[in-house]
């Protein structure tokens, strides 16, 4: 008995660290978001000025401080740029898959918390948010946890008022990304509204998490914070579309969908019926419910949108699916089937990425060599879907992860232009390879219209950007000068 435990946290350890932990560095920083977050992160750690984020010397309040601090504190302690940026977000991660399991362990027994921390975290939304330095993560832990911490009493057992620690939870929620979990929250407040006295300390501590940066931000910078984060960043996110996220109100549906995957299939256990061991009359399902409907009706309803919004409603779809579906997840053939069809699919998206890089989607070929590890992936589905889900996302980073970094990374780039640094400006590029090169050329490069070089970075069209001789004709992808190796 203890030797087959052991065996099987060693066999969760390598599943966690394959999921959330391999690969940190082997990536640049991907998109606009990260590398800004990251070198916020950084000039914390070197100014000692953990009040005010700045980006490139400028005071920058998109989003509260919490995931700059955890950056800056890698930093104090030896860590650098992937590996200080990623790691946090990944122990979180970690943290919370484990916090998860133990909560409903309590609630619902071994079995169905097993399952649904299993989904939770062999979900492709989960794990893909688990391993880039953003806010959506850190968002998602602390306000999911809060709210689990606030599940109501099983079906005769005595009421119970949330515990205060709810109220911590939902104050670095709220430094994670501003006002959004005091929306998000609003099930809760329903469930627990007998316990208003609880809920008044409870909105107390939240306050006292969160006011003590913003007032000390205030006070340096007047209404910037108020105006760029509160206006700006969450009404104008909301209501206009001024921030070019325009999306439409069934945008999150696929992206749901597809973020479950491979679970996918087992959303079919959520309809009612009979013989299940936890029905829909059970306020503890109600409550995981209607935090999940009205996450996902907000963030519909809101003007912008981006897939990293829905994160907070993952948790609780995935103990939902996971508490009404764990014994079919071990009987019922059928369903085991569907989601070992999942598993294919992506490997199929794995093995075609790398040649969708480099010579679009449509050109992209399907390699017979991977046809095997599509059938061993289904298979393996079959038997242990969480475990199969591990390993090819361990597989994927080791054979994609190069591919990615070579195409869209900026940390190549710029060890391109490095020995030629002082000789090259920028022409024009696209805001994530700026944002990106920006973060690993210090001094930043400039811009060829106030400083010109005799070399040029330019990435019109979409390519890959390429230096070329300055004042020459814009790229069409046949006179770039390539840089030497």
């Keep these: 008995m203890l030797l087959s435990r052991l065996f099987a946290i060693i066999g969760l350890g390598i599943a966690l660290y394959s999921l959330l932990f391999h690969g940190l560095t082997d990536v640049a920083f991907l998109s606009a978001d990260e590398p800004r977050y ?5 000039d914390m750690a070197a100014t000692g000025d953990w009040i005010t984020p700045r980006l490139n010397g400028q005071p920058w309040f998109e989003k509260p401080p919490l995931l700059y601090w955890l950056t800056a504190a890698s930093w104090t302690v030896g860590l650098r740029d992937e590996l200080a940026a990623r790691l946090p977000v990944a122990l979180l991660s970690a943290a919370f898959l484990i916090f998860f399991f133990f909560r409903l362990r309590r ?5 169905p918390a097993l ?6 975290a062999t979900s492709i939304g989960w794990i893909a948010f688990s391993n880039v330095a953003v806010t959506d993560l850190p968002l998602a832990v602390f306000f999911s946890a809060a709210m689990l911490l606030a599940l109501p009493a099983s079906p005769g057992a005595a009421e119970r008022p949330p515990p205060l620690a709810t109220g911590v939870l939902l104050g670095l929620a709220m430094l994670a990304k501003g006002l959004v979990p005091v929306v998000l929250c609003l099930p809760a407040l329903y469930f627990c509204r007998r316990h208003w006295r609880h809920l008044l300390a409870i909105a107390a501590l939240a306050t006292a998490v969160f006011l003590p940066w913003f007032l000390a931000a205030t006070a340096q910078h007047g209404a910037e914070p108020f105006r ?3 206006l700006k960043h969450h009404l104008s996110r909301f209501f206009g579309g001024d921030i070019h996220h325009e999306r439409p109100v069934w945008f999150y ?20 019926r009979a013989g299940v061991g936890h029905g829909w009359t059970d306020p503890r399902l109600q ?3 209607a935090w999940a409907l009205f996450g996902l009706l907000f963030f519909s309803a809101s003007t912008n949108k981006l897939p990293g919004y829905l994160l907070p409603v993952l948790p609780p779809i995935a103990a939902l699916v996971g508490i009404r579906s764990h014994e079919s997840l071990a009987h019922n053939r059928p369903l085991r089937l569907a989601i070992a069809a999942m598993l294919p699919l992506l490997v199929l998206s794995a093995q075609v990425l790398p040649d969708a890089l480099t010579d ?8 017979p060599r991977n046809m095997a590890l599509m059938a061993a992936s289904a298979a393996g589905a079959f038997v242990s879907p969480p475990y199969t889900v591990a390993a090819l996302a361990l597989w994927a980073k080791l054979t994609v992860y190069p591919v990615i970094d070579a195409q869209l990374g900026a940390r190549r780039l710029w060890n391109e232009i490095k020995p030629r640094a002082a000789e090259t400006c920028i022409e024009w590029i696209g805001r994530d390879w700026r944002y990106g090169l920006d973060y690993y050329a210090q001094p ?3 811009d060829c219209a106030t400083q010109q070089r005799p070399l040029a970075l330019t990435g019109e069209n979409g390519v890959r950007p390429a230096v070329r001789p300055s004042g020459s004709s814009a790229p069409d992808g046949s006179h770039t000068t390539p840089l030497p190796e």
Aim: hydrophobic letters at 55%; aromatic letters at 6%.
């Design 228 to 230: 760029e984060l509160i």
């Design 253 to 272: 549906v696929p992206i749901l969908l597809g973020g479950l995957l491979p679970w996918t299939p087992a959303l079919v256990c959520l309809r009612p």
């Design 360 to 367: 679009g989607l449509t050109r992209a070929p399907l390699q």
């Design 107 to 111: 609630d619902f027994g071994h079995a």
């Design 115 to 120: 399952a649904s921390a299993s989904i939770l």
């Design 287 to 289: 409550y995981l419910a």
């Design 444 to 446: 930043p490069l400039p």
């Design 38 to 42: 990251a070198a916020i992160g950084r």
